[in-house]
């Protein structure tokens, strides 16, 4: 792909996450989605550049905080709208809510709402496709707060052991919900305690979702070389609060001037910016909006007409 098409690819992929995460913002308190939710708004670049240097059949997996990455790697807004107003044409059927959501179709393969618990099975997902000897790679996402617990260690030591082609996609914001790294972590530098580990590391602190990719790239290439499982850690600032639709500066865990700091590096702005001064129009760029913007208004209209599930809906598709 040409560095102008990758771009307004790219473009495409922050847009899409960046409105409808505004478009849950603008009707969350109407109290018809029936779910809590963790909003990834201002860490675009990492679900946007990490996606798009991915195959269609690789596979992903996230945390909670999930929305980007599931609307990077699909694309799609009908099931992930209905989803979180909890509609029979969700894709859980209005069971999973936001933090579980999955679309195994998509080799979008599930989330957890608890911290690392994915990593585990991210990692036998990768076992899986090494012992079947498919060239499916595995991209899993988590934010540093998984980093305290066992669970990312124990996966990271056997990924590194067994040579898995698992990618580690670690989005550092410095914060477990309002906690920060020096009151949590016995060490100064994620990346050189895992660089201790057999395998690749990259670090960047970086908004431009091309950057991102460019270096996924290299990650998965590298990967294919020497086999070894690769871990990127990406710095990125969480606009909102952990956990809702709002801002949180006046409970001081920290400040609003960091968060100027970084909107100055705002991953949308910024990469809509590159694409006009690299020779497409301002009306190009509005098309390309419009088109998104009304495929997120038809995909809230559509799951707010829908259906709630069948009471005999619970029962099924459980397995515990």
Known sequence: MKRKELNVELYKKVYLIRKTEEKIREHYMEDEMKTPVHLSIGEEA?????????????????????????????????RFFAELYGKQTGVAKGKAGSMHISASELNFLGAS????????????????????????????????????EGAFWESLNFACL??????????????AIHSPTSDRQGYRSISDIV????????????????????????????????HKPCFLHFKYYRYLEHVGINQDFKFGYRSEDEFKRWYKMDPVTLQRKKLLENAHSEKELQEI????????DNSVKSAQKAPFPDESELFKDVYA
């Open 46 to 78: 990492i679900a946007a550049g990490v996606c798009m240097a991915l195959n269609v059949e690789d596979q992903i997996f996230g945390t909670y905080r999930n929305h980007g990455i599931y609307l990077a790697k699909t694309g799609e807004t009908d």
């Open 113 to 148: 709402a608890v911290v690392a618990t994915i990593i585990p099975v991210a990692m036998g997902t990768s076992f899986v496709n090494k012992w079947k000897n498919n060239g499916k790679l595995v991209a899993v996402f988590f934010g540093d707060g998984a980093l305290d």
């Open 162 to 175: 067994k040579e898995l082609p698992i990618i580690f996609v670690c989005e550092d914001n410095g914060l």
């Open 195 to 226: 660089s201790k580990f057999e395998c690749n590391v990259f670090r960047e602190e970086t908004t431009d979702p091309e950057v991102i990719y460019r270096i996924t790239c290299n990650a998965i290439q590298l990967q294919k070389n020497n």
């Open 289 to 296: 909006e419009s088109e998104i913007d009304k495929q997120i």
